[in-house]
Protein backbone atom coordinates (compact mmCIF):
# COMPACT_ATOMS: atom_id res chain seq x y z
CA UNK A 1 0.00 0.00 0.00
CA UNK A 2 1.07 3.51 -0.62
CA UNK A 3 2.56 5.40 2.71
CA UNK A 4 -0.27 7.79 0.93
CA UNK A 5 -3.10 5.49 0.74
CA UNK A 6 -2.17 4.05 4.07
CA UNK A 7 -2.52 7.60 5.57
CA UNK A 8 -5.77 9.02 4.22
CA UNK A 9 -7.32 4.97 5.34
CA UNK A 10 -5.90 5.88 8.87
CA UNK A 11 -7.29 9.15 8.89
CA UNK A 12 -10.65 7.82 7.76
CA UNK A 13 -10.63 5.58 10.98
CA UNK A 14 -9.75 8.09 13.28
CA UNK A 15 -12.25 10.25 12.36
CA UNK A 16 -14.88 7.90 13.07
CA UNK A 17 -14.26 7.10 17.03
CA UNK A 18 -17.74 4.53 16.44
CA UNK A 19 -17.16 2.27 13.26
CA UNK A 20 -20.51 0.58 12.21
CA UNK A 21 -20.54 -2.81 10.38
CA UNK A 22 -19.29 -3.04 6.89
CA UNK A 23 -22.54 -2.60 4.66
CA UNK A 24 -24.92 -0.71 7.55
CA UNK A 25 -27.13 0.48 5.57
CA UNK A 26 -28.00 4.43 5.96
CA UNK A 27 -31.07 5.67 5.46
CA UNK A 28 -34.03 8.33 5.62
CA UNK A 29 -37.35 8.36 6.01
CA UNK A 30 -40.20 9.52 4.20
CA UNK A 31 -44.28 8.65 3.47
CA UNK A 32 -46.88 9.38 0.53
CA UNK A 33 -49.05 11.81 2.21
CA UNK A 34 -46.43 13.65 3.94
CA UNK A 35 -44.65 14.55 1.20
CA UNK A 36 -46.23 13.56 -2.27
CA UNK A 37 -48.63 16.27 -2.98
CA UNK A 38 -50.40 15.69 -6.36
CA UNK A 39 -53.55 14.78 -4.61
CA UNK A 40 -55.60 14.74 -7.71
CA UNK A 41 -53.42 13.86 -10.25
CA UNK A 42 -52.86 11.12 -12.46
CA UNK A 43 -55.93 9.27 -11.29
CA UNK A 44 -55.11 9.41 -7.60
CA UNK A 45 -58.58 8.61 -5.73
CA UNK A 46 -58.83 10.57 -2.00
CA UNK A 47 -57.53 8.87 1.19
CA UNK A 48 -58.78 9.37 4.70
CA UNK A 49 -56.46 11.91 4.76
CA UNK A 50 -57.21 13.97 1.52
CA UNK A 51 -60.65 13.92 3.39
CA UNK A 52 -59.95 14.79 7.18
CA UNK A 53 -57.30 17.63 6.58
CA UNK A 54 -59.75 19.44 4.29
CA UNK A 55 -62.56 19.28 7.66
CA UNK A 56 -62.56 22.74 9.25
CA UNK A 57 -60.82 22.89 12.45
CA UNK A 58 -58.37 19.26 11.64
CA UNK A 59 -55.10 20.25 11.06
CA UNK A 60 -53.27 23.53 12.21
CA UNK A 61 -53.70 26.79 10.01
CA UNK A 62 -56.01 24.20 7.71
CA UNK A 63 -53.14 22.94 5.74
CA UNK A 64 -53.24 19.70 4.04
CA UNK A 65 -51.16 17.74 1.75
CA UNK A 66 -52.72 18.46 -1.49
CA UNK A 67 -48.82 20.02 -2.36
CA UNK A 68 -46.96 18.92 0.61
CA UNK A 69 -43.61 18.91 -0.60
CA UNK A 70 -44.63 18.38 -4.36
CA UNK A 71 -42.07 15.16 -4.38
CA UNK A 72 -44.10 13.74 -6.88
CA UNK A 73 -43.44 16.06 -9.60
CA UNK A 74 -39.45 16.68 -8.27
CA UNK A 75 -38.86 12.91 -8.28
CA UNK A 76 -35.46 13.39 -9.85
CA UNK A 77 -34.14 16.25 -8.04
CA UNK A 78 -35.35 14.65 -4.82
CA UNK A 79 -33.49 11.07 -5.66
CA UNK A 80 -30.46 13.14 -6.63
CA UNK A 81 -30.31 14.69 -3.23
CA UNK A 82 -30.21 10.87 -1.67
CA UNK A 83 -27.37 10.21 -3.74
CA UNK A 84 -25.34 13.75 -3.00
CA UNK A 85 -25.95 12.37 0.69
CA UNK A 86 -24.92 9.15 0.06
CA UNK A 87 -27.95 7.02 1.19
CA UNK A 88 -27.82 3.25 0.84
CA UNK A 89 -31.57 3.07 1.48
CA UNK A 90 -34.52 5.07 1.59
CA UNK A 91 -37.74 4.45 2.91
CA UNK A 92 -40.58 5.88 1.89
CA UNK A 93 -44.61 4.53 1.13
CA UNK A 94 -47.18 3.88 -1.66
CA UNK A 95 -50.27 5.33 -1.37
CA UNK A 96 -52.16 3.03 -1.82
CA UNK A 97 -55.08 4.78 -3.60
CA UNK A 98 -52.75 6.08 -6.12
CA UNK A 99 -51.80 2.58 -7.36
CA UNK A 100 -55.91 1.24 -6.41
CA UNK A 101 -57.88 4.55 -6.72
CA UNK A 102 -60.67 3.17 -4.50
CA UNK A 103 -58.83 0.77 -2.64
CA UNK A 104 -59.79 -2.16 -5.10
CA UNK A 105 -60.41 -3.12 -8.41
CA UNK A 106 -58.54 -2.01 -11.37
CA UNK A 107 -54.61 -0.69 -11.00
CA UNK A 108 -54.23 2.99 -11.87
CA UNK A 109 -51.36 2.88 -14.41
CA UNK A 110 -49.88 6.33 -13.71
CA UNK A 111 -50.19 5.84 -10.49
CA UNK A 112 -47.95 2.74 -9.98
CA UNK A 113 -45.79 3.94 -12.79
CA UNK A 114 -44.84 6.69 -10.37
CA UNK A 115 -43.51 3.98 -7.97
CA UNK A 116 -41.64 2.19 -10.81
CA UNK A 117 -39.62 5.18 -11.32
CA UNK A 118 -39.04 5.82 -7.59
CA UNK A 119 -37.65 2.34 -6.96
CA UNK A 120 -35.59 2.61 -10.65
CA UNK A 121 -34.32 5.61 -9.82
CA UNK A 122 -32.96 4.51 -6.30
CA UNK A 123 -31.67 1.58 -7.32
CA UNK A 124 -29.84 3.36 -10.24
CA UNK A 125 -28.33 5.41 -7.69
CA UNK A 126 -27.47 2.54 -5.45
CA UNK A 127 -30.06 3.08 -2.22
CA UNK A 128 -31.93 0.26 -1.38
CA UNK A 129 -35.53 0.44 -1.52
CA UNK A 130 -37.41 0.25 1.73
CA UNK A 131 -41.16 0.08 0.74
CA UNK A 132 -43.67 0.87 3.19
CA UNK A 133 -47.82 -0.36 2.02
CA UNK A 134 -49.37 1.51 4.32
CA UNK A 135 -48.59 5.03 6.47
CA UNK A 136 -52.08 5.70 7.35
CA UNK A 137 -53.78 6.83 4.11
CA UNK A 138 -56.60 4.49 3.36
CA UNK A 139 -58.44 5.15 0.71
CA UNK A 140 -61.77 6.63 1.35
CA UNK A 141 -63.79 4.16 -0.89
CA UNK A 142 -62.95 1.78 2.06
CA UNK A 143 -63.27 3.81 4.69
CA UNK A 144 -66.89 4.32 3.68
CA UNK A 145 -67.48 0.75 3.91
CA UNK A 146 -66.20 0.92 7.46
CA UNK A 147 -62.01 0.71 6.47
CA UNK A 148 -60.19 -1.08 9.15
CA UNK A 149 -63.34 -1.67 11.69
CA UNK A 150 -64.40 -3.63 8.56
CA UNK A 151 -62.29 -7.29 9.05
CA UNK A 152 -62.52 -7.32 4.72
CA UNK A 153 -60.23 -4.28 4.90
CA UNK A 154 -57.17 -6.99 5.92
CA UNK A 155 -58.46 -8.57 2.60
CA UNK A 156 -58.62 -5.48 0.78
CA UNK A 157 -55.30 -4.78 2.07
CA UNK A 158 -53.69 -8.02 1.36
CA UNK A 159 -54.86 -7.83 -2.33
CA UNK A 160 -53.34 -4.34 -2.93
CA UNK A 161 -50.35 -5.71 -1.44
CA UNK A 162 -50.20 -8.26 -3.87
CA UNK A 163 -50.30 -6.17 -6.62
CA UNK A 164 -47.16 -4.29 -5.24
CA UNK A 165 -45.31 -7.58 -4.99
CA UNK A 166 -46.02 -8.60 -8.33
CA UNK A 167 -45.03 -4.58 -9.77
CA UNK A 168 -42.08 -4.22 -8.06
CA UNK A 169 -41.45 -7.07 -6.20
CA UNK A 170 -38.06 -8.37 -8.40
CA UNK A 171 -36.87 -5.02 -7.30
CA UNK A 172 -37.54 -4.34 -3.68
CA UNK A 173 -35.37 -6.24 -0.98
CA UNK A 174 -37.13 -4.76 2.04
CA UNK A 175 -41.05 -4.70 2.47
CA UNK A 176 -42.73 -3.03 5.41
CA UNK A 177 -46.99 -3.89 5.77
CA UNK A 178 -47.84 -1.07 8.17
CA UNK A 179 -46.76 1.93 9.37
CA UNK A 180 -47.51 2.35 13.14
CA UNK A 181 -50.26 0.62 13.63
CA UNK A 182 -50.90 2.16 17.41
CA UNK A 183 -50.75 5.10 16.04
CA UNK A 184 -54.21 4.73 14.08
CA UNK A 185 -55.34 2.79 17.44
CA UNK A 186 -54.77 5.79 19.48
CA UNK A 187 -54.76 9.15 17.70
CA UNK A 188 -57.36 8.10 15.01
CA UNK A 189 -59.77 6.15 16.99
CA UNK A 190 -59.39 6.99 20.20
CA UNK A 191 -58.19 10.86 20.81
CA UNK A 192 -59.60 11.55 17.23
CA UNK A 193 -56.95 13.78 16.04
CA UNK A 194 -55.70 11.71 13.13
CA UNK A 195 -57.85 10.39 10.27
CA UNK A 196 -60.32 8.86 10.13
CA UNK A 197 -60.94 11.62 13.52
CA UNK A 198 -63.33 8.82 15.54
CA UNK A 199 -63.10 8.70 19.60
CA UNK A 200 -63.77 4.95 20.17
CA UNK A 201 -61.60 2.78 22.08
CA UNK A 202 -63.62 -0.44 21.98
CA UNK A 203 -63.15 0.50 18.18
CA UNK A 204 -59.64 1.21 17.79
CA UNK A 205 -58.85 -2.04 19.54
CA UNK A 206 -60.82 -3.91 16.70
CA UNK A 207 -59.63 -1.90 14.43
CA UNK A 208 -55.89 -2.69 15.92
CA UNK A 209 -57.12 -6.56 15.43
CA UNK A 210 -57.73 -5.57 11.76
CA UNK A 211 -54.44 -4.26 10.90
CA UNK A 212 -52.49 -7.14 12.86
CA UNK A 213 -54.32 -9.27 10.77
CA UNK A 214 -53.76 -7.24 7.30
CA UNK A 215 -50.49 -7.71 8.33
CA UNK A 216 -50.30 -11.42 8.35
CA UNK A 217 -52.41 -11.62 4.99
CA UNK A 218 -49.88 -9.50 3.37
CA UNK A 219 -46.71 -11.48 4.38
CA UNK A 220 -48.84 -14.68 3.35
CA UNK A 221 -49.57 -12.77 -0.09
CA UNK A 222 -45.87 -11.63 -0.60
CA UNK A 223 -44.86 -16.00 0.09
CA UNK A 224 -46.99 -16.34 -2.94
CA UNK A 225 -45.31 -14.34 -5.36
CA UNK A 226 -41.91 -14.72 -7.02
CA UNK A 227 -41.24 -11.44 -5.05
CA UNK A 228 -37.33 -11.79 -3.60
CA UNK A 229 -37.87 -9.44 -0.43
CA UNK A 230 -37.79 -9.58 3.29
CA UNK A 231 -41.10 -8.57 5.00
CA UNK A 232 -41.88 -7.17 8.35
CA UNK A 233 -44.08 -4.18 10.18
CA UNK A 234 -43.16 -1.06 11.35
CA UNK A 235 -44.03 -0.43 15.11
CA UNK A 236 -43.49 2.62 17.14
CA UNK A 237 -42.39 1.48 20.51
CA UNK A 238 -41.45 3.10 23.07
CA UNK A 239 -39.66 1.77 26.62
CA UNK A 240 -41.40 2.32 29.82
CA UNK A 241 -40.31 3.08 33.54
CA UNK A 242 -41.69 3.78 36.87
CA UNK A 243 -41.86 7.43 37.18
CA UNK A 244 -40.98 6.63 41.06
CA UNK A 245 -39.46 4.02 43.16
CA UNK A 246 -42.60 2.74 44.25
CA UNK A 247 -44.13 -0.80 43.58
CA UNK A 248 -47.41 0.88 42.14
CA UNK A 249 -45.52 3.16 39.57
CA UNK A 250 -43.92 0.12 38.60
CA UNK A 251 -47.15 -1.98 38.44
CA UNK A 252 -48.49 1.40 36.27
CA UNK A 253 -44.99 0.91 33.91
CA UNK A 254 -45.79 -2.96 33.46
CA UNK A 255 -49.25 -1.84 31.99
CA UNK A 256 -47.98 0.78 29.76
CA UNK A 257 -45.46 -1.30 28.56
CA UNK A 258 -48.72 -3.73 27.68
CA UNK A 259 -50.30 -1.07 26.09
CA UNK A 260 -47.41 0.50 24.60
CA UNK A 261 -45.17 -2.63 23.18
CA UNK A 262 -46.50 -6.03 23.75
CA UNK A 263 -49.52 -5.70 22.51
CA UNK A 264 -48.16 -5.57 19.18
CA UNK A 265 -44.61 -7.62 19.48
CA UNK A 266 -46.52 -10.53 21.25
CA UNK A 267 -49.00 -10.98 18.41
CA UNK A 268 -46.47 -10.78 15.61
CA UNK A 269 -43.34 -12.38 17.43
CA UNK A 270 -45.32 -15.09 20.12
CA UNK A 271 -48.57 -15.47 18.19
CA UNK A 272 -50.70 -14.15 21.16
CA UNK A 273 -51.65 -11.10 22.80
CA UNK A 274 -50.25 -10.27 25.91
CA UNK A 275 -52.38 -12.19 29.24
CA UNK A 276 -52.45 -9.03 31.43
CA UNK A 277 -53.59 -6.67 27.89
CA UNK A 278 -55.94 -9.07 26.98
CA UNK A 279 -57.13 -9.46 30.67
CA UNK A 280 -57.72 -5.72 30.75
CA UNK A 281 -60.40 -5.72 28.12
CA UNK A 282 -63.83 -5.72 29.21
CA UNK A 283 -65.46 -9.71 29.01
CA UNK A 284 -67.97 -8.16 26.51
CA UNK A 285 -65.13 -6.37 23.91
CA UNK A 286 -65.56 -6.43 20.66
CA UNK A 287 -61.69 -7.01 20.38
CA UNK A 288 -62.80 -10.28 22.09
CA UNK A 289 -64.88 -11.19 19.33
CA UNK A 290 -63.49 -9.27 16.58
CA UNK A 291 -60.18 -12.08 17.31
CA UNK A 292 -60.81 -15.39 15.37
CA UNK A 293 -59.46 -18.85 16.01
CA UNK A 294 -56.39 -18.89 13.12
CA UNK A 295 -55.80 -15.20 13.18
CA UNK A 296 -53.03 -15.04 15.37
CA UNK A 297 -51.25 -17.73 14.01
CA UNK A 298 -51.58 -15.48 10.31
CA UNK A 299 -50.33 -12.72 11.71
CA UNK A 300 -47.05 -14.25 13.64
CA UNK A 301 -46.46 -16.41 10.01
CA UNK A 302 -42.44 -15.31 9.79
CA UNK A 303 -41.95 -11.82 9.86
CA UNK A 304 -38.19 -11.66 8.80
CA UNK A 305 -37.39 -8.17 10.03
CA UNK A 306 -38.80 -5.89 12.29
CA UNK A 307 -38.82 -1.78 11.85
CA UNK A 308 -38.84 0.34 14.46
CA UNK A 309 -39.87 3.89 14.83
CA UNK A 310 -38.24 5.38 17.86
CA UNK A 311 -38.76 8.64 19.37
CA UNK A 312 -38.43 8.32 23.15
CA UNK A 313 -39.87 7.20 26.38
CA UNK A 314 -42.78 7.08 28.57
CA UNK A 315 -42.46 7.39 32.32
CA UNK A 316 -45.41 6.52 34.43
CA UNK A 317 -46.61 7.40 37.93
CA UNK A 318 -48.43 5.18 40.59
CA UNK A 319 -51.67 6.23 38.49
CA UNK A 320 -50.75 5.54 35.44
CA UNK A 321 -50.59 9.50 34.63
CA UNK A 322 -47.43 10.05 32.04
CA UNK A 323 -44.94 12.36 33.53
CA UNK A 324 -41.80 13.48 31.49
CA UNK A 325 -38.34 13.35 33.17
CA UNK A 326 -36.43 13.46 30.25
CA UNK A 327 -36.30 17.04 27.98
CA UNK A 328 -38.96 17.05 25.03
CA UNK A 329 -39.26 19.06 21.82
CA UNK A 330 -41.83 21.05 19.98
CA UNK A 331 -43.70 17.72 19.57
CA UNK A 332 -44.99 17.79 23.21
CA UNK A 333 -45.25 14.26 23.13
CA UNK A 334 -41.86 12.81 22.55
CA UNK A 335 -39.82 12.62 26.15
CA UNK A 336 -35.73 12.66 24.70
CA UNK A 337 -33.85 9.80 25.59
CA UNK A 338 -31.03 7.86 23.66
CA UNK A 339 -30.71 5.58 26.28
CA UNK A 340 -33.80 3.86 25.88
CA UNK A 341 -33.21 3.24 22.14
CA UNK A 342 -30.46 1.09 23.46
CA UNK A 343 -32.71 -0.41 26.36
CA UNK A 344 -35.13 -1.05 23.48
CA UNK A 345 -33.08 -2.61 20.79
CA UNK A 346 -31.79 -4.97 23.38
CA UNK A 347 -34.83 -5.67 24.94
CA UNK A 348 -36.21 -7.01 21.46
CA UNK A 349 -33.51 -9.45 21.10
CA UNK A 350 -33.92 -10.22 24.90
CA UNK A 351 -37.31 -10.87 24.57
CA UNK A 352 -38.23 -12.33 20.84
CA UNK A 353 -34.03 -13.15 19.78
CA UNK A 354 -31.98 -12.57 16.80
CA UNK A 355 -34.85 -11.15 13.97
CA UNK A 356 -33.16 -8.42 12.24
CA UNK A 357 -33.97 -5.22 12.98
CA UNK A 358 -33.97 -1.84 11.37
CA UNK A 359 -35.01 1.72 12.80
CA UNK A 360 -37.31 2.80 10.17
CA UNK A 361 -37.41 6.44 12.23
CA UNK A 362 -35.99 8.71 14.71
CA UNK A 363 -35.61 12.27 14.67
CA UNK A 364 -37.35 15.54 16.48
CA UNK A 365 -38.56 18.42 15.21
CA UNK A 366 -36.14 21.79 15.57
CA UNK A 367 -37.03 25.48 14.74
CA UNK A 368 -33.84 26.91 13.06
CA UNK A 369 -34.35 27.12 8.88
CA UNK A 370 -30.90 25.87 8.41
CA UNK A 371 -28.40 25.64 11.10
CA UNK A 372 -30.18 22.63 13.65
CA UNK A 373 -27.72 22.18 15.42
CA UNK A 374 -30.07 20.45 18.35
CA UNK A 375 -30.94 17.92 15.51
CA UNK A 376 -27.02 17.31 15.23
CA UNK A 377 -27.11 16.18 18.82
CA UNK A 378 -30.00 14.42 19.17
CA UNK A 379 -28.69 12.35 16.11
CA UNK A 380 -25.44 11.29 17.27
CA UNK A 381 -26.51 10.53 20.21
CA UNK A 382 -29.18 8.25 19.08
CA UNK A 383 -26.75 6.79 16.72
CA UNK A 384 -24.22 6.12 19.49
CA UNK A 385 -26.98 4.80 21.50
CA UNK A 386 -27.60 2.40 18.43
CA UNK A 387 -24.10 1.44 18.12
CA UNK A 388 -23.64 0.54 21.98
CA UNK A 389 -27.00 -1.68 21.31
CA UNK A 390 -24.91 -3.23 18.16
CA UNK A 391 -21.64 -3.96 20.22
CA UNK A 392 -24.47 -5.94 22.61
CA UNK A 393 -25.21 -8.42 19.86
CA UNK A 394 -28.42 -6.99 18.43
CA UNK A 395 -28.69 -7.06 15.00
CA UNK A 396 -29.50 -3.92 13.50
CA UNK A 397 -28.98 -3.45 10.01
CA UNK A 398 -30.16 -0.09 8.76
CA UNK A 399 -30.82 3.74 10.64
CA UNK A 400 -33.17 5.59 8.46
CA UNK A 401 -33.50 9.12 10.57
CA UNK A 402 -36.96 11.07 10.23
CA UNK A 403 -37.06 12.89 7.96
CA UNK A 404 -35.52 13.33 4.67
CA UNK A 405 -37.70 16.62 3.83
CA UNK A 406 -39.35 18.84 5.82
CA UNK A 407 -42.82 17.51 5.38
CA UNK A 408 -46.87 18.15 6.36
CA UNK A 409 -46.53 16.89 9.71
CA UNK A 410 -50.05 15.47 10.22
CA UNK A 411 -52.59 17.57 12.03
CA UNK A 412 -49.93 19.72 13.18
CA UNK A 413 -49.63 20.59 9.38
CA UNK A 414 -46.53 22.60 8.28
CA UNK A 415 -45.71 24.07 11.79
CA UNK A 416 -43.36 21.35 12.27
CA UNK A 417 -39.90 20.65 10.45
CA UNK A 418 -38.29 17.50 10.78
CA UNK A 419 -36.29 17.48 7.57
CA UNK A 420 -32.51 17.43 7.51
CA UNK A 421 -33.41 18.96 4.60
CA UNK A 422 -35.33 22.47 4.68
CA UNK A 423 -38.73 22.67 2.15
CA UNK A 424 -39.55 26.30 1.09
CA UNK A 425 -43.52 25.48 0.76
CA UNK A 426 -43.64 29.03 -1.35
CA UNK A 427 -40.89 28.39 -3.84
CA UNK A 428 -40.58 24.32 -2.65
CA UNK A 429 -36.63 24.96 -2.73
CA UNK A 430 -34.68 22.54 -1.35
CA UNK A 431 -31.89 23.68 1.06
CA UNK A 432 -29.83 21.38 2.86
CA UNK A 433 -29.61 21.94 6.73
CA UNK A 434 -26.33 21.49 8.84
CA UNK A 435 -27.75 18.20 9.89
CA UNK A 436 -27.92 16.99 6.37
CA UNK A 437 -23.62 17.86 5.81
CA UNK A 438 -23.20 16.36 8.80
CA UNK A 439 -25.30 12.85 8.09
CA UNK A 440 -23.11 13.05 5.13
CA UNK A 441 -20.28 12.58 6.95
CA UNK A 442 -20.95 10.28 8.98
CA UNK A 443 -22.16 7.98 6.01
CA UNK A 444 -18.61 8.35 4.32
CA UNK A 445 -16.82 7.57 7.61
CA UNK A 446 -19.77 4.93 8.10
CA UNK A 447 -19.46 6.10 11.71
CA UNK A 448 -19.22 9.03 13.70
C1 LIG B 1 -44.40 9.11 13.30
C2 LIG B 1 -44.99 8.93 11.94
C3 LIG B 1 -44.36 9.79 10.87
C4 LIG B 1 -44.05 11.19 11.40
C5 LIG B 1 -43.31 11.12 12.71
C6 LIG B 1 -42.94 12.46 13.28
O1 LIG B 1 -45.31 8.70 14.26
O2 LIG B 1 -44.89 7.59 11.52
O3 LIG B 1 -45.22 9.82 9.78
O4 LIG B 1 -45.19 11.93 11.48
O5 LIG B 1 -44.06 10.41 13.65
Known amino acids: ?????????????????????????????????????AAKEDGRGPSVWDVFSHEPGRVRNGDTGDVAADHYHRLGEDLDLMRDLGLTSYRFSIAWPRVLPTGRG??????????????????????????????WDTPQALQDLGGWENRDCANWFADYAHTMFTALGDRVPTWLTLNEPKTVVDVGYTAGTHAPGKQDRQLANVVGHHLLLGHGLAVQALRGT??????????????????????????????????????????????RYPQDWLAAQAPDAPVRTAIRDGDLAIISAQNDVLGVN??????????????????????????????????LLTRIKRDHGDIPLT???????????????????????????AHRAIQDGVKLESYHLWSLLDNFEWAEGYTQRWGIVNVDFATQQRKRKASADWYRGVIAANGL
Open 1 to 37: MLPSAMHSSETRQDAARLTFPAGFGWGAATSAYQIEG
Open 106 to 135: AVNAKGLDFYQRLVDGLLKRGIAPVATLFH
Open 226 to 271: AAKGRIGAALSLSPTYPADDTEAARRQAEIADGEENRRWLDPLFKG
Open 310 to 343: YYGTTHVTGTGARVMLHPTSQATWQEISPDGLHD
Open 359 to 385: ITENGLPTTNPLKDTDRITFLRDHLTA
